[in-house]
Each structure stands twice: as structure tokens, then as C-alpha cells.
């Protein structure tokens, strides 16, 4: 599938989207994403839920006047966070059979989450790709739960359907797209069926749901195996919440097409660099590129020298010296932490052309080095001591009557 239709415009796959999960992008802005090529962002349907209001973000014209992004926007169901701090703390919630029960004060307060309206939401906010509501769990969970999961999955996702298909009725202009999530945890009989269900119902592309990494931290490409066999081929394939170089490299493999992550905002906040030239994958060759562009990609500001008198960061290089140079796309994602003067990159090596990779993947994407900083910060003078100076001390008048 060469590209993904929507609304908003037509995004080339394989693509990445970066996490704008309340509505902005954290350490830079959306004229850098544009700048940097970024085809759409991901927004999250809970958290905008519960704050500011799906009325209040309809009223203004969708998320796309509310944000000023004008690229597709596809918009998460929430069903992961709302499980994440349930799964947390009880006290937050439950996940019923219809609905899912949230109290965000662990109070009387709640609120109630359904299917029906994880869909009008997203209509409110105008996306461009929605998903439908699901249920996760975690991969070592036992087969009851896994089973549990996918009956309620396919349940909801059948009354995601309906709903969808009521409110896009009598709807001018193109139509949003609609995801089904594909759950199964390290079950992969239940993966499969989940698919089948699932595209039984009809969906435009399908996402990979539940937790990909194990106890230690480590990739579980063999969940994500199985549930890519389980999804249409012919369609689009979400590898939802993965989008670290490497990850991306594998998953393309697997079949996948489309990626979202926190990477590239949480690597700028926390004062790191993706580089892409040869020579800087140490220490003491990212200092003696101080002063010259990090990365020469595409866009107005690629290529960039920093601002500042350099590199006074902590950056994880990560090169990737076994791509080759055409057709394969790297694009920079900007990040601009105020005062640190960074810039920090995620590769998109991906073509929307043609997808292949090298065969030898292992040795083209290492594993990135941990921080470092580059030079020591700059020692803070104590400040001076204020004086009172000497003379007569000015007294005002007093106001005349």
C-alpha cells in the first residue's frame, strides 16, 4: 500500500508520527514537524476527553484549528492509558463487560468511558484516523484474561463499528478512517482469531495492541510477529507506540507501515541527539563536530548549525552506517529545548516508494551509546551582595491636599 488516504492529506507509507497526546508537541513545535516532514501526529481521545472537553474542542473546529496542525491527525482511543493506571491502582477503576469506570480523583467521581463514546469523541475532534476502543493486558498474562481481553475487544470494536457508521451518515467530503485493535497478548491461536474477527467487521487498518516488551525491557518481536500475521496484509499495519530506530527497522520486516512514539520529544527534554554522520559515534567525534550541522536532511531547517556555541548537551548517538543513501529518506525531527541550544533527530529511514532494507539489519543499527556530556557546565558565579549606598536616603513628600 503505497500511501493512506485521509482527509487531511495523502501520508506515503512507512511512516512515523510523533506524540502530541494533549494537543502539542513536547521540546518544539509544529512548525518544526512540518519543517522536518512529519506526515501527521498522534493525539490521545482520553486525556483530551477529560481535559479540555471534546464540546469545548468541537466548538472551536476540531483539533486541527484547536492545535494548528493541519496534517492528518490520528487520535489513540485511550484504551491503554485508562488500563495502564487501573492496572496501576484499582482505585482508579474498572473494566466492565460494557464500559470501562474511571475516577481520576480515586473518588465518587466517575467517569464513564464506552465504545459509543471513544467514536463520537473522535468525531468531535475531527480526526482524520480513529481507533477503536480495546482492552489490553500484559503478555504473561494467563489465557483467561488474554481470552477475556479479546472477547471484549471484538465486542467493542463491533459497537465502535456501529456507531461509526451511524454518524458517518449523510457526512459531505472524505471520510475518516477507522482502526481495529488486535489483542491476543503472547497467545498467538488468540491473535489470530482476534484478526479474523476483527476483519470480519471491516476496519481500514489494524493496530498492535497490548505490551511489546518483556520483563527485562527487550522487544517481544515475537508478539509482534503473530500479530501482524493476524492483520489483512493489504492494509495498513500500526505498530502502535513503537518508534526507536531499531524497533522501526525490525517491525518494517514484520510488515508494519506505520509507527508513533514519545522518542523524539522525550530525547530533546532530556537533553540527548540522535546523529547520522559518520565519525560522531563516539564521544570525541560528536566534539570535534561541534559548531557544524548535525544532520544535513530535508526541510528549510535541516541541516541547521545549533544555536549557540555548541553541542552542550547529553546526546545517545545512534548511527546507521549500513543504509544506503538512496532511495532510503532520513528525516530529522526536530526538538528545541529553550536555553540548551539542541537539536534532536529521529531517523526516518523509510521510503514511501519502496521499503526494503538491508539484510544484515543487526550490524546497521547498533545499540545507542549511553550519555555522556559533551563539556562540563558552566561554573555559576555566587551573586553579588547588595549594598545600601551611602547619602541621605530620598524620602517622598507627601501628597499634597
Known amino acids: 500500500m503505497p500511501e493512506l488516504n485521509t482527509p487531511h492529506g495523502a501520508v506515503p ?49 476540531g483539533l486541527h484549528a484547536f492545535t494548528g496542525w493541519h ?37 465518587a467521581d466517575k467517569l464513564t468511558f464506552t465504545p459509543e463514546k471513544c467514536i463520537q469523541a473522535q468525531f468531535q475532534y475531527g480526526s482524520d484516523i480513529m481507533m477503536a476502543l480495546d482492552v489490553c493486558t500484559e503478555p504473561n498474562d494467563p489465557d483467561e484474561v488474554q481470552r477475556r481481553s479479546v472477547e471484549l475487544t471484538v ?15 449523510g457526512r459531505k467530503g472524505p471520510r475518516p478512517l477507522l482502526f481495529g485493535i488486535v489483542q491476543g497478548g503472547g497467545n498467538r491461536a488468540l491473535r489470530l482469531e482476534c484478526g479474523e474477527r476483527l476483519r470480519e ?66 530525547e530533546a527534554r532530556h537533553q540527548r541527539l540522535y546523529v547520522f554522520k559518520k565519525g560522531m559515534e563516539t564521544p570525541e567525534g560528536v566534539r570535534r563536530a ?16 545549533p544555536r549557540g556555541p555548541g553541542l ?43 521499503s526494503r532494507w538491508p539484510v544484515n539489519t543487526r550490524t546497521s543499527v547498533p545499540t545507542p551509546w549511553p550519555g555522556f556530556r559533551l563539556r562540563p557546565p558552566r561554573a555559576t558565579k555566587a551573586p553579588r551582595k547588595r549594598t545600601r549606598p551611602s547619602g541621605p536616603r530620598c524620602i517622598r513628600s507627601p501628597a499634597r491636599s
Open 71 to 107: 496534517r492528518p491527525i490520528l487520535t489513540d482511543s485511550g484504551g491503554f492509558q485508562l488500563y495502564s493506571l487501573i492496572h496501576e491502582n484499582p482505585e482508579y477503576g474498572e473494566i466492565r463487560d460494557n464500559e470501562i469506570i474511571f475516577r481520576p480523583d480515586r473518588g
Open 201 to 266: 467487521i471491516g476496519f481500514d487498518g489494524f493496530g498492535f495492541g497490548g505490551w511489546p516488551l518483556d520483563a527485562d525491557g527487550k522487544l517481544r518481536e515475537d508478539i509482534l510477529q503473530d500479530c501482524a500475521d493476524a492483520m489483512d496484509p493489504d492494509l495498513p499495519r500500526y505498530a502502535m507506540g513503537l518508534g526507536r530506530p531499531e524497533e522501526i527497522v525490525k517491525c518494517v520486516n514484520m510488515g508494519y507501515t506505520l509507527f508513533d512514539c514519545v522518542i523524539p520529544t522525550r
Open 290 to 305: 561541534d559548531g557544524i550541522p548535525v544532520h544535513a536532511g530535508r526541510g528549510p531547517r535541516a541541516g541547521q548549525k
Open 312 to 354: 552542550r548537551l547529553r546526546p545517545v548517538p545512534a548511527l546507521f552506517p549500513g543504509l544506503p543513501a538512496s532511495p532510503v529518506q532520513d528525516r530529522r525531527f526536530p526538538g528545541l529545548p529553550a536555553g540548551h541550544g539542541a537539536q534532536s533527530a529521529l531517523l526516518r529511514p523509510i521510503d514511501g516508494a519502496d
Open 13 to 61: 507509507l512507512p511512516a512515523f508520527f510523533p506524540d502530541a497526546t494533549y494537543g502539542a508537541l513536547r521540546a518544539t513545535g509544529f512548525e518544526d514537524a512540518e519543517d522536518a516532514g512529519i506526515p501527521g501526529c498522534v493525539m490521545n481521545t482520553y486525556h483530551l476527553y477529560n481535559r479540555p472537553g471534546a464540546r469545548l474542542i468541537k466548538s472551536v473546529g
Open 155 to 169: 465486542k467493542w470494536a463491533a459497537r465502535c463499528k456501529a456507531e461509526y457508521e451511524k454518524l458517518i451518515k
